[in-house]
């Protein structure tokens, strides 16, 4: 993904490209042990418990405001970042095949569905707090390139680059408490 501090060079497109193109390669390889940074999808005290989908829980629950306020068109671009941080940072998104054993990648368009599900949980709640609030905890203009009165759609890189700081954040604090 491209970084806005990043020059365009041709060798940083090749670079991308190599790089997508192993992602979807490494997506259809089973996997015997996920990462401290990969997502498992599934139920149990195993997978909640799992470093990963701590991060990714916490992530979310840092976008579930912003989620409530924002337009219904950019709904799908918050589901999106967050899938998209996640793979930034080295993460998949994993699926235990009990027969094998092993982890298999489900994809975007299901780790988008997941997403997607996860910040709709409690969604009313979280409307009727942000409403009965007189100060919000959120400006979604923050992420806007512009200060218009007007709510307005945002770009997806402003929800991924959002979701990317989030998440590093959440890595570093973590590294922090691992080495004191």
Request: net charge positive.
């Amino acid at each position: 993904m491209d970084h806005p501090h990043r020059s365009y060079t041709p060798a940083k497109e090749a670079e991308d490209v190599a790089k997508e193109y192993l992602q979807q390669q490494l997506v259809h390889l089973p996997v015997t042990s996920p990462t401290y940074f990969d997502v498992i999808n599934g139920r149990g005290q195993g997978v909640q418990h799992h470093p990963g989908n701590i991060k990714y829980r916490t992530l979310v629950f840092s976008n579930k405001g912003l989620y409530a306020k924002c337009p219904r068109s950019d709904k799908a671009k918050i589901a999106k970042g967050i899938v998209a941080a996640v793979r930034e940072l080295g993460g998949r998104f994993f699926e235990l095949d009990k027969q094998s054993g092993t982890y298999h990648d489900i994809g975007d368009e299901r780790a988008w569905a997941k997403t997607s599900q996860a910040l709709r949980e409690d969604q009313t709640k979280i409307r009727q707090q942000n409403y009965s609030e007189t100060a919000s905890n959120f400006d979604i203009s923050l992420l806007a390139s512009s200060t218009h009165d007007q709510p307005r759609a945002i770009p997806p890189k402003g929800y991924f680059g959002y979701s990317v700081q989030v998440l590093e954040s959440l890595y570093f604090a973590c590294e922090i408490t691992t080495f004191t």
